[in-house]
């Protein structure tokens, strides 16, 4: 694992390497001035650096086809690179003198190398591209004095440090100009103020006078609208008790019990003449009454809504309808807001006779209703 970690972490190295040697700096390549990490194999070892060369290249992209390849970079970016090369060959460095270490021992038994013929040729070629770019690495930072007179990193300093300096001088003038900016600003609103002040002054008691008259204007209009929902309120409320009143009146002019409820089941049948419409009727009283007798607690099926587009279409329009309902014990009730026929259950811990006749009411419904079914 260690020697996979370290191969991928030195190609990616040798691919930075040749990056750098493809770059073009101000339309200018940077290859002649880098030599190719082949070439530093070979001058490390000149009697093994054929085969070597031509992996190395294969695996890193160091061909002539990746010359080919050119990326503009600026110097700042160019010198960045190169100082990162730098720091991953030192970190790099314990790790692969151990690899060199390993390379010459034997098993202290068998007097076996260490590694096998395929390991050993992978640590071989390992070192060898860290040996190179290390020669590479040493080559960009030879200064104008040396015998090769490889100037290119000073040369990027330098044109890094003058970019700097041209940046910060231009800071330095933008920042004067907006100094002068905000001084000129502060006098200009110090004159707007002042001339803002003295026209407050001339406007204030036209202000005031008119504040006044919008304040007197509000609150008459307050007032009004206060008045207004009093008397909406009032007329709601009567309206309200006009409509409770009328449901009382409704519910307590309806017989109630089994006799109340064949005679409202008289007047469904003799009242609406067309009989798709009676049998609608009576097959949706006949439904309901089925679900709330097979499942007595479920609210849902005993909470039915007066404007419910179904139950007015099948029950409630017809003479009769409603008042079977009532007759069958079920009362007029507001239900989250909303105006209902529900039929209350009793407590069957503690009302269990209520419960009882409760049910049985709603059974002998149901019964009375198939009766008048088969008829």
């Known amino acids: 694992m260690e020697l996979r970690t370290t191969e991928s972490e030195i190609s990616e190295l040798a691919s930075l390497y040749n990056e750098l040697r493809n770059a073009v700096v101000g339309g200018t390549s940077l290859a002649p001035s880098l030599p190719s990490l082949a070439s530093f194999i070979l001058e490390a070892d000149p009697t093994n650096a054929t085969d070597s060369e ?62 096998g013929e395929k390991t050993t040729n992978r640590v071989k070629t390992l070192l060898q591209t860290y040996d190179a770019l290390t020669a590479a690495s040493r080559h960009l930072h030879q200064s104008p004095d040396d015998d090769n007179d490889n100037a290119l990193l000073a040369f990027l300093r330098d044109s890094v440090n003058k970019q700097d300096e041209a940046l910060q001088k231009q800071k330095t003038e933008a920042e004067e100009k907006e100094k ?6 502060l ?73 109340g409820v064949r005679l409202q089941l008289k007047a469904l049948r003799e009242g609406v003449t067309d009989a798709g419409a009676r049998g609608a009727a009576l097959g949706a009283l006949h439904t309901l009454f089925s679900q709330i007798v097979a499942r007595p607690e479920e609210i849902a099926f005993r909470r039915i ?11 409630g329009r017809h003479v009769g309808g409603r008042e079977v309902l009532v007759a069958a014990g079920f009362r007029l009730e507001m239900v989250d807001g909303v105006k209902c026929f529900f039929s209350r259950e009793p407590d069957i811990e503690r009302e269990m006779d209520e419960w009882s006749k409760w049910f049985d009411d709603l059974k002998e419904t149901l019964e009375i209703i198939e009766e008048e079914l088969i008829k």
């Open 54 to 115: 031509n992996k190395t290249a294969d695996e890193n992209g160091d061909g002539a086809e990746a010359e080919l390849s050119t990326k503009e970079m600026s110097h700042r970016d160019v010198l960045l690179s190169i100082e990162s090369l730098d720091h991953q060959l030192q970190v790099l460095e314990d790790r692969t003198n151990r690899f060199r270490k390993r390379l010459n021992e034997k098993d202290p038994i068998t007097g076996a190398a260490r590694y």
């Open 180 to 185: 002068l900016a905000q001084k000129a600003l």
């Open 187 to 259: 006098e200009s609103e110090t004159r707007r103020r002042t001339e803002e002040a003295q026209r407050t002054d001339r406007e204030s008691a036209a202000r005031i006078a008119a504040a006044r008259e919008l304040a007197e204007r509000a609150q008459a209009s307050r007032e009004q609208r206060t008045a207004e929902r009093s008397r909406r309120e009032d007329e709601e409320r009567r309206a309200a008790e006009a409509e409770r009143a009328a449901d009382r009146a409704f519910v307590d002019s309806v017989p109630k019990g089994a006799e």
């Open 305 to 315: 809504r007066c404007d419910h587009e179904k139950f007015v279409e099948d029950i």
